[in-house]
């Protein structure tokens, strides 16, 4: 990617940059990352050494370092503007100087932390705004940012790590950047990088590891980062293509779209586009149902649900749409979401009606699709006529439906009359006839078209079928009261049909508008996800774009609206920059651009902006629940932890303290004496030590941070150095082993660590003169070692406190912190460890791991 300054180029004086008042708006590159660490800031200074060595102006507005030595490294040979200082509440801070750096007017300047809160004092609040008045006088900056900061994700990232970020920056300023470079990093290399120290202070680096740097937070955030720069991809793949008029889809990625008409035979259409997607890598399946505003027919609601709930399963997503022209609904639809083949079912309607009726969907769409691929799936219900479907009205009485109205009554007062003028029909079964074309301009174009039919038709009898023939001229009282019969009855007709059309269609649009209302409150009452939410309404109105907005009544920033979450290109970023806006509560509103909704469509945007302002409040508790909940574990497990760090010390703590009493004593002591007490005491503090050592490999065992090193390794040698390491106690032990023992993979010292800490754990619940006893065992598929010990003594947990603790904590009486730090070593090697107590009380802990034959 290549930065926005010109190449090639010598560093111009800030005076000749600053002649004219036309000065063209800086751009802005950000370097966007999933969490600290991942190198955001290097990748920043490296990019303003590439543009200084090309003959680029750089400048450093402001960087972070946090004391990682290479970062520092590579900002040597950049020009730095020194910092601002402030003074807030007896503390000094140090900004960025924003006045300095207009001043000294570069071409480029790196400015590190967008989303960053100035101190009180400065000019503006947030560091983006400084960024925005370096932009607005043509200074190019290049930045970093991470994704918990941005607002439309900050109630996501706060569910994730159970920590509210304060700084936020609005979606729109990053959106507006020209550039944004993901700088990403795996969740193991980022953690490795913690535990060098890398990241953080050596004594920050715990803490981080198992708090905020968990694997699965850095993989969420991972994730985040991920979608959030595909969806601006998209987002200007497709304003690529609206500037330059590509109204073809580009066939980026396979999607596959499935029209869905409400039948029966979407189940099947479902599952045929299903398996087009499998068959090809990285395929999104799409299912549509269009609904029509003023129709006279809509597909089984229950049908449509259960065909959800199939799409879903298989992968795909459901949307609906509302449209008067179904074909070209489904086919703007296809070219919003770039579909490339779309899957339609074969017609339900048999030849005969389909001659009459027309064209229909389907082969409209074949017409019409262009480069969009068209698959007609047959199915058991094709060719099953569901009854006569007459012309459907539009959404009002138009210009339109008033011609098409008088095109039918035209042809069919001319068929009937044709007809009876060639059969000889009587003027009464005639007038029967006529009734045909009133129904149908009743039905297409209401009561206004259907009184005149009758009309036309009253006075088409009485010149050609009632005498005298020709003359317009009613002679006979009965003629002149079929004539008036006739037109009254018509009329009635008429407006009966008329009546029951518009009806219907109210009836169809409240049974869209719930539809619609149910898609929002059942996806609602799932896992809250705003930005989902926000799509659906977008895809429902045909938006271009929709964003909700939230107001902050203690802000103090210009722009008292923040994009909270948004669908769509180039969402609104104020009420009064969209084409709708409704209130979706006391500091939300939802915002359309792309059309005016009619009052309909307004009410039930009103609806659904109240969804909206649930499904965040929902959020929002569901947060503070999750941080609760999240709390309360942690200080269970802290609580846990320190009693058995207390039960752990407290027998070497007290051997160490009576050490020193005696030693403390004028009682005079022989030189053997006094080397058993300092032996003694010196045991004590290697315990001491031993359980802070087992503290610390627990912790990076947990926290995924331990370094390991896998290999062949000698179990002869293993159990050498392990019963070395017991000192007098290792001779309490007897040892079983073959003679010829494989090699087992595993890392040597640590398994030298985990026999240690349980034939330890193991003798110190063994009494004298009891034995305790290490077996080795070979097993088909690897290699178990079994350490057995006799425990007789009450075990001296309070059940309290164990009940509800972690794994690593255990649940029973046997654990213990030596034990827990074993089983969690022996797991990061690949293997198993496993306890029992016999009914004698005799306890036995059980150590399996692969072989080097076996793994």
């Known amino acids: 990617m290549t930065g926005s300054a010109a190449t090639g180029a010598s560093p111009r004086p800030a005076q000749q940059r600053r002649i004219g008042t036309t000065t063209p708006r800086g751009r802005l590159r950000i370097y966007l990352g999933a969490a600290p660490g991942v190198g955001k800031t290097y990748a920043m200074l490296a ?9 680029t102006d750089v400048v450093i507005g402001f960087i972070e370092p946090h004391g990682r030595r290479l970062t520092a490294a590579m900002a040597d040979g950049l020009e730095l503007v020194p910092r601002r200082e402030v003074v807030y509440r007896g503390a000094r801070l140090t900004e960025m100087d924003l006045d300095a750096v207009l001043a000294r007017h570069p071409q480029v300047a790196l400015i590190d932390e967008l989303a960053h809160t100035n101190a009180p004092g400065c000019r503006n609040a947030k560091r983006w705004q400084d960024v925005e008045e370096l932009l607005n006088r043509g200074v190019d900056v290049v930045t970093t940012l991470n994704i918990q900061h941005l607002e439309s994700l900050n109630d996501v990232v706060r569910q994730i790590t159970g920590i509210t970020q304060h700084e936020t920056l609005p979606d729109s300023v990053a959106r507006r950047a020209e550039q944004v470079e993901l700088v990403d990093m795996t969740p193991e290399a980022l953690r490795r990088r913690m535990v060098h120290g890398n990241v953080y202070p050596p004594d920050r680096i715990e803490a981080a590891l198992t708090h905020y740097f968990r694997p699965g937070n850095l993989a969420a955030l991972r994730e985040l980062a991920l979608l959030w720069v595909a969806d601006r991809v998209e987002e200007c793949l497709q304003r690529y293509r609206a500037e330059h008029g590509i109204a073809t889809g580009w066939e980026t990625r396979e999607r596959i779209l499935v029209a869905l008409s409400g039948g029966r035979e979407g189940e099947t259409l479902i599952r045929r586009a299903a398996r087009i997607a499998e068959r090809i890598q990285g395929a999104e399946l799409l299912t549509v149902h269009v609904i029509p505003s003023g129709g006279l027919t809509l597909g089984s609601q229950p049908a449509l649900a259960a065909q959800r709930v199939l799409a879903e399963s298989l992968g795909g997503h459901y949307h609906q749409v509302v449209g008067d022209d179904v074909a070209r609904a489904i086919l703007q639809f296809a070219q919003a979401e770039n579909a ?17 009726t027309g064209e229909g969907v389907g082969a409209r769409v074949i017409r019409l699709s262009g480069p969009i691929d068209v698959h007609m799936v047959t199915h058991e219900h094709a060719a099953v ?7 459907r009205a539009g959404r009002g009485r138009g210009a339109r439906q008033y011609l098409a109205a008088v095109v039918l009554s035209v042809l069919l007062l001319s068929a009937v009359t044709l007809a009876g003028l060639q059969t000889r029909f009587t003027h009464s079964s005639v007038l029967l006839g006529y009734l045909l074309p009133v129904i149908v301009a009743a039905l297409t174009g209401g009561l206004y078209p259907a ?3 009758a009309l036309a038709a009253a006075l088409l009898a009485d010149y050609w079928f009632m005498p005298p023939q020709h003359a317009m001229l009613l002679t006979r009282p009965d003629d002149i009261a079929a004539l008036v019969l006739f037109v009254a009855v018509a009329t009635i007709l008429g407006w009966a049909i008329d009546t029951a059309t518009r009806q219907t269609r109210r009836a169809v649009r409240a049974s869209a508008e719930a539809a619609a209302l149910s898609s929002l409150a059942r996806a609602a009452l799932g896992e809250p996800n705003l930005p989902a939410q926000v799509e659906r309404i977008r895809r429902l109105f045909a938006l271009d774009a929709v964003s909700l907005l939230g107001r902050e009544s203690t802000s103090t920033s210009r722009r008292p609206w923040q994009v909270l979450a948004s669908a769509g290109d180039r969402p609104p970023e104020l009420p009064d920059e969209a084409d709708t806006s409704v209130p979706a509560g006391q500091s939300l509103a939802l915002a359309g651009r792309g059309r005016v909704l009619g009052d309909n469509d307004q009410r039930v945007l009103v609806a659904c902006a109240a969804q909206l302002a649930a499904c965040r409040d929902r959020q929002r508790l569901a947060a503070h629940v999750a941080s609760a909940d999240q709390q309360i574990a942690a200080d269970r497990a802290r609580t846990t932890m320190l009693l058995a760090t207390e039960r ?4 070497p703590l007290t051997l160490v303290r009576d050490t020193l009493d005696r030693l403390a004593t004028d009682d005079p002591l022989s030189v053997r004496q006094r080397q058993d007490r300092t032996a003694a005491g010196r045991a004590g503090l290697d315990r001491i030590a031993g359980v802070l050592t087992d503290l610390r490999h627990l912790a990076q065992a ?12 000698e179990l002869d040698e293993v159990l050498s150095v392990a019963l070395e390491d017991l000192g007098p106690g290792g001779r309490d032990i007897a040892v079983d082993a073959p003679e010829d023992m494989p090699d087992v993979i595993a890392d040597a010292n640590l398994l030298t660590r985990v026999i240690t800490s349980l034939a330890t754990d193991v003798l110190r619940r063994t009494p004298r003169p009891a034995q305790a006893t290490l077996s080795v065992h070979v097993l088909p598929d690897g290699l178990a070692i079994d350490v057995t010990g006799d425990d007789r003594r009450p075990p001296a947990v309070d059940e309290r406190h164990t009940r509800a603790t972690p794994r690593t904590i255990g649940v029973d009486a046997v654990r213990s912190i030596p034990m827990d730090t074993a089983r969690a070593l022996t797991e990061a ?6 306890h029992h107590v016999a009914p004698g009380g005799a306890l036995t802990v059980s150590l ?8």
């Open 47 to 55: 990019e303003g050494q590439r543009r200084r060595s090309r003959g």
């Open 340 to 356: 490339t083949q779309i899957v339609l079912g074969a017609s339900r309607t048999p030849w005969p009606m389909s001659a009459l």
């Open 385 to 391: 006529a569901p009854g006569l479907r007459l012309p």
């Open 451 to 453: 009184t005149a039919t």
């Open 648 to 651: 752990e010390l407290q027998e």
């Open 702 to 713: 947990n926290a995924g941070a331990l370094d390991i090193h896998l290999r062949p390794v």
């Open 829 to 834: 090697m690949g293997g198993t460890l496993r």
């Open 848 to 855: 399996t791991l692969p072989t080097a034959a076996t793994s």
